[in-house]
């Protein structure tokens, strides 16, 4: 899985891509253990676009994306948030969510 800068997701974003983006802090534990669930996922499901970024590094995103906490994996459709998620859970539960649509 690709690390993202803003610039990239801002992109996507024009291009109205469809992606998924995982968002996390290098200093979160949570994060961490999300972060290998999510490449497993990334590895499963190679036709799915999926990346990640440090939100440290998009305050403006942040807000307007209204970020809760991290870890957060959203779906991004037209330009515009389809949803959000906040609670991994494991593997299989990701990949149904990544894999749905």
């Known amino acids: 899985m690709k690390e993202w800068k803003e610039n990239e997701i801002d992109l996507k974003l024009n291009n109205k891509d469809e ?4 968002l996390y802090t290098p ?5 961490q253990v999300a972060s290998k669930m999510i490449t497993v996922v990334d590895e499963l499901l190679p036709h799915v676009t999926i990346g ?4 440290n590094y998009l305050p ?3 807000i307007e994306w ?14 515009k948030v389809i ?16 894999s749905k649509d």
């Open 52 to 55: 990640k970024s440090d939100l």
């Open 83 to 98: 949803e959000k998620y906040y609670a991994f859970h494991s593997v299989p539960y990701l990949l149904e969510i990544v």
């Open 27 to 31: 200093m979160c534990g949570t994060c």
């Open 66 to 79: 209204q970020i809760e906490s991290v870890p957060c994996l959203m779906h991004l459709k037209n330009g």
């Open 19 to 22: 992606f998924w983006l995982y």
């Open 60 to 62: 403006k995103k942040a």
